[in-house]
């Protein structure tokens, strides 16, 4: 993707530059970026539908668990019917629909037109009802006055953001006192990615940085290695350091009720095919059950995805 990047603008991501160059070099970098994400999501059949209609693959499989991980956590959180939902980044809106089949005033957001048709159609005839609205807002910027919603979903959207602490100062913004926030990220310092965490630490050891970890706002992220290879319009999507990330939200005025990650690819016995697809995903499901019981230091936060639930103070 790196390369891509400099054929496309001429510039490289690990230039480092001073003073108003290198301001007006990150604004351009975020509206690029946008932009790249924007036009992913408004062509990818995969984010409007077809990853909960037809979980062919491991991934997609690890994201209709989330869904159900996340739902289980909503059921366990103090909100009545009735109360004021807004889903951000609401995709196929599948979420959105389960939250308007609870009773709960729905509001879909999204920053790409395509996707929020999906939420639209995904809730059907009671996209009509007034209890239901539709935003095409960006999550760093949303137009909505403060303190409106009793709960937030932000479900796998913080990644495409080059910086999320203005995000998290929004979504703080628009919850009630003692709102909740449902969030949802990948992590960093899973067991699978986490080779490329100290591969990159020690690689900015030695590069003062510039050619290591690339920061998000305040060093918990970098850019997943897979998007990095992947990603057909050249998006950088981040991984968050769950502990860091945490300490950030306190920092911001939250509280943690819950957190739990899960997914376990086993990529190199998946690649060399040693053991079979059904007992793999078997293992990988016992594996989330087990640690999300018996809090295990370190491999309780060892799945690839970290979600959580956050209250406003
Ligand atoms: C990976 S999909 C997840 C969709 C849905 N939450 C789910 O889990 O099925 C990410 C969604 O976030 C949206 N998105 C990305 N950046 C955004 C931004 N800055 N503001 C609002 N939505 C954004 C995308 O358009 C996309 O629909």
Not at 211 to 239: F, I, K
Not at 271 to 276: E, G, H, L, Q
Request: proline letters at 3%.
């Amino acid at each position: 993707m790196q390369a891509s990047y400099q054929i496309m603008t001429g510039k490289s991501y690990d230039q480092t530059s001073v003073g108003g160059i290198e301001e007006e070099e990150s604004v351009m970098d975020v509206v690029e970026q946008k932009q790249r994400v924007r036009k992913f999501f408004d062509s990818s059949d995969f984010w409007q539908g077809k990853v909960y209609r037809d979980p062919a693959d491991r991934f997609a499989r690890a994201v209709v668990r989330r869904k159900l991980y996340a739902l289980e956590m909503i059921r366990t959180l103090p909100i009545y019917r009735g109360a004021r939902v807004l889903d951000v980044g609401s995709g196929s809106g599948v979420y959105a629909a389960e939250l308007v089949k609870n009773g709960f005033m729905t509001f879909a957001m999204d920053i790409s037109e395509a996707s929020l048709k999906c939420s639209r159609d995904e809730i059907g005839p009671a996209r009509n009802y007034d209890r239901v609205k539709f935003l095409c807002a960006d999550v760093e910027s949303l137009p909505v006055k403060n303190e409106t919603f009793d709960l937030v979903l932000c479900i796998g959207v913080l990644g495409y953001l080059l910086k999320y602490q203005s995000a998290i100062t929004e979504l703080h913004r628009v919850l009630k006192p003692r709102g909740y926030l449902l969030v949802n990220v990948e992590n960093l310092l899973s067991l699978s990615s986490i080779d490329y965490f100290y591969r990159k630490r020690l690689g900015s050891l030695v590069s003062s940085g510039t050619n290591g970890a690339r920061d998000n706002g305040s060093s918990t992220a970098m850019e997943s290695p897979w998007v990095r290879d992947h990603s057909p319009t050249g998006y950088r999507y981040y991984l968050y350091h769950p502990w860091k990330f945490e300490r950030d939200m306190h920092q911001k005025g939250f509280r943690l009720i819950d957190g739990m990650t899960f997914g376990y690819p086993f990529r190199l016995l998946r690649k060399w095919k040693f053991v079979s697809e059904t007992t793999l995903d078997r293992v990988e499901l016992l594996l989330e059950k087990v640690f999300r019981v018996v809090r295990v230091p370190y491999f309780s936060y060892s799945g690839e995805t970290y979600t959580a639930v956050f209250q406003k103070n």
